[in-house]
Nanobody
Framework: QLVESGGGLVQAGGSLTLSCAASGRDISSKIMAWFRQAPGQERTFVAG????????YYADSVRGRFTISRDSAKNMVYLQMNGLKPEDTGLYYC?????????????????WGQGTQVTVSS
């Protein structure tokens, strides 16, 4: 089970840190990613981490502003979001992939949380 937290309402330019807590499974070896979905839009990739190579991946729209990290001891994944923009608004999901091949497509991820809402006001 994946449970996200940390969402909220923030003004443009502000920061938030999202957390994803995993229970019932060890995610230390799993590819983890954050996706977001705005109303009426498809779920899109935001950031991902492949632990076997310690490689981090970002959508072009968030690179340089968002940082994905994990704490394997706590079985947690985080998304630090700085310089937030109104277009960052959406429901943010944490997802886990048990394969060893990184993908930006949501269909590759078999485990999802319920999401946490991020709203950025202008």
């Amino acid at each position: 089970q994946l449970v996200e937290s940390g969402g909220g309402l923030v003004q443009a330019g502000g920061s938030l840190t999202l957390s994803c807590a995993a229970s019932g499974r060890d995610i230390s070896s799993k590819i983890m990613a954050w996706f977001r979905q705005a109303p009426g839009q498809e779920r899109t990739f935001v950031a991902g981490h492949k632990p076997t190579t310690d490689t981090k991946y970002y959508a072009d729209s968030v690179r340089g502003r968002f940082t994905i990290s994990r704490d394997s001891a706590k079985n947690m994944v985080y998304l630090q979001m700085n310089g937030l923009k109104p277009e960052d608004t959406g429901l943010y999901y944490c997802a886990a992939d048990e394969s060893r091949i990184f993908s930006r497509g949501p269909v590759a991820y078999g485990y999802w949380g319920q999401g946490t809402q991020v709203t950025v006001s202008s």
